[in-house]
């Protein structure tokens, strides 16, 4: 199918199914988000569908070749893109990918030259300075992509400017390693905006992910949920097993233990969501032995047990199974250990809702 039959085919398409769904709902906020919610996904899904016959095989550059950087190159390699060339700070790590995707490491300068796609995959702290610096060798026709979670597209406007388009699209997955990122990518979710969402949804792709498109005003929030879920599950794994530790078991002991009983919560999300998932001793209403827990527990511990259980109350009561006495004896247990750690470690703590 010609490229300009694919692109009125998808326009009719997202036509009707608006036209359909406009006429059977009123106009509340409530139910037009959920309208626009839903259009963007259609949206996505026919484009990915669309763009799935096209076929194309574009110049891929590579500046950085780090984890992600590495990951994403040698997908697109083994899709048929040819990798123009690589680029990174140390020239080893060039090479090294270079060899891997059949290319050659260049200069930044002639990564750009040479590619029609620029995946800019340093830092966060390097992308606006270096697309700044390099911005005299973008042109139109060009696209400059960047991985960052934080940071908007809009960060490489310099290359704008050049006639370039700028794009984000950044993964739902955490990057231990080249080898085991590639195993995990395929069924990842990526966030994509820009000025060419329709390659990035081919890019996800590509790469075997799942595309959503995001607002870039609101990356910022987007970013911090991404870092509580990864990051802070690292944190609580840490303070798990120091409570583990303090009941006898050693440190490796302790983190093996815990590790299926981890990996069954995340089954339990996938499978019933929120906020089914939740179970224990809040969600049973079962305070005493929540009271035990607190007794039991360092004063510095016991602070984030009690900010944490005050979520948890809400989740138990959206689940329902907690009212009444058993919820207000929690949140009054919850309320003093917060306030006896507060005078015990001169921390402030406040709920945000």
Same mark, same amino acid.
């Given at each position: 199918m010609p490229p300009a039959a694919r692109r009125r085919l998808f326009i009719y398409l997202r036509k009707v199914y608006t036209r359909q769904l406009l006429p059977s709902i009123s106009n509340t906020g409530t139910e037009m988000r959920a309208l626009r919610k839903n259009e963007a996904r259609i949206s996505c899904s026919i484009q990915a569908g669309i763009l799935a016959e096209e076929g194309d095989r574009v110049k891929v550059g590579v500046i950085g070749a780090g984890t992600v950087g590495s990951t994403v190159a040698i997908k697109l390699h083994a899709k048929g893109h040819e990798i123009a060339g690589v680029n990174s700070r140390r020239e080893s790590s060039a090479a090294h990918l270079?060899?891997? @995707?059949?290319?050659?490491? #260049?200069?930044?300068?002639? @990564?750009?030259?040479?590619?029609?796609?620029?995946?800019?995959?340093? =830092? %966060?702290?390097? *992308?606006?300075?270096? @697309?700044?610096?390099?911005?005299?060798?973008?042109? =139109?026709?060009?696209?400059?992509?960047?991985? +960052?979670?934080s940071l908007p597209s809009s960060v490489m406007a310099p290359a704008r #400017?050049?006639?370039?388009?700028?794009?984000?699209v950044h993964p739902l997955q955490s990057f231990a390693s080249v080898e085991v990122a590639l195993e995990s990518l395929q069924g990842t979710h990526f966030a994509v905006e820009g000025? %060419? =969402?329709?390659?990035? $949804?081919?890019?996800?792709? %590509?790469?075997?992910? *799942? =595309?959503h498109l995001y607002q870039a005003e609101r990356k910022t929030l987007y970013h911090a949920g991404a870092c509580v879920a990864s990051n802070y599950l690292v944190v609580l794994a840490e303070i798990a097993v120091r409570l583990l530790e303090g009941a006898g078991f050693s440190r490796e002991d302790a983190l093996? +233990?815990?590790?299926? #009983?981890?990996?069954?919560? $995340?089954?339990? $999300?996938?499978?019933?969501?929120?906020?089914a998932a939740l179970t224990g001793p809040i969600a049973r209403g079962d305070h005493p032995?929540?009271?035990?827990?607190?007794?039991?527990?360092?004063?510095?511990?016991?602070?984030?047990? +009690?900010?944490?259980? $005050?979520?948890?109350?809400? *989740?138990?009561?959206?689940?329902?199974?907690?009212?009444?006495?058993?919820?207000?004896?929690?949140?009054?247990?919850?309320?003093?250990?917060?306030?006896?750690s507060r005078r015990t470690t001169g921390r402030k703590m406040r709920r945000t809702s």
């Open positions: 270079a060899k891997r @995707v059949n290319s050659q490491a #260049l200069t930044a300068q002639r @990564v750009i030259e040479e590619s029609e796609i620029i995946l800019i995959a340093t =830092p %966060d702290r390097v *992308i606006a300075p270096l @697309v700044r610096e390099l911005s005299a060798f973008f042109r =139109p026709g060009q696209t400059a992509i960047h991985f +960052s979670g #400017l050049q006639g370039a388009k700028v794009l984000s000025d %060419d =969402p329709e390659l990035g $949804l081919k890019l996800v792709q %590509d790469l075997g992910g *799942i =595309p093996e +233990s815990l590790r299926p #009983l981890m990996q069954g919560t $995340l089954t339990n $999300l996938a499978k019933v969501g929120l906020p032995v929540v009271a035990g827990h607190l007794n039991e527990m360092p004063a510095h511990i016991s602070e984030i047990y +009690s900010q944490l259980g $005050l979520w948890a109350v809400d *989740i138990a009561e959206a689940k329902g199974g907690l009212a009444g006495e058993n919820k207000e004896a929690l949140l009054k247990m919850f309320g003093e250990f917060k306030s006896e």
